[in-house]
Each structure stands twice: as C-alpha cells, then as structure tokens.
Nanobody, 126 residues
C-alpha cells in the first residue's frame, strides 16, 4: 500500500521561500499523476498543483502561478513543491496526493486521487 509523507513545512516570513517534499513508499509513483493540495483553517481543501507521470506536464492554481513550482523525481519516488514569495494567505496544511497506478495524467480534482499524505503545516507571518 502506498504511503506518502510530506516534509519541509514550517514558519516563514512573508516574501520567504519553502520547499515541500513528499516521499512515497510501498510502491513506485512512476505511473501515477501526483499533486499538491492545501487546507486553511475554516476552509475547504483546495487543489494547488499537479504533474503527470513523467513531470513533463504541470498545472498550477492561478493564485500560485509564478510563485510555486511542482516537480518530481521518479528516481527518488519523491514529489516537490517549491514555494517562493510566500504570503500570509498561503498559511495552511499542505497535502500531497497520488493517483492510482496507470492514471498517469495530471488531475486538478480531489476525486482524481486515492492516496494522501498526512499533511505538513506552513505558516507565513506578516
């Protein structure tokens, strides 16, 4: 069974940067599209970024375009989210997610994913 573990969250000042990692174990992510979501206090979980099985195709939520970058290393079975120019409104718990094996295209909907990490807290101070 696939397990996803996020790391790299923390407290950062507005304008700062963080890189989140999501390491998979239990099976390879090679044939799966993967993505990042976040959930702020009192709000619903929202999609942020996705990439296809190879990493050649990516998509980002409009509010993070130009600031966030999604990438993956199939060799390391790891997904990344580089976050620059962070804003207080980026404060949330960040989750990585993977699609089932064979679903290699990217997806921007929660229902497209069947494996989730436990989340990592990102707090941006003003």
């Amino acid at each position: 069974q696939l397990q996803l573990v996020e790391s790299g969250g923390g407290l950062v000042q507005a304008g700062g940067s963080l890189t989140l990692s999501c390491t998979a174990s239990g099976r390879t992510l090679t044939s799966s599209g993967v993505g990042w979501f976040r959930q702020a206090p009192g709000k619903e979980r929202e999609w942020l970024a996705a990439t296809n099985w190879s990493g050649a195709k990516t998509d980002l939520r409009d509010s993070v375009k130009g600031r966030f970058t999604i990438s993956r290393s199939n060799a390391n079975n790891t997904l990344y989210l580089q976050m620059n120019s962070l804003k207080p409104e980026d404060t949330a718990v960040y989750f990585c997610a993977a699609r089932p094996p064979g679903f290699g295209e990217l997806s921007s909907t929660q229902t497209g994913y069947n494996s989730w990490g436990q989340g990592t807290q990102v707090t941006v101070s003003s």
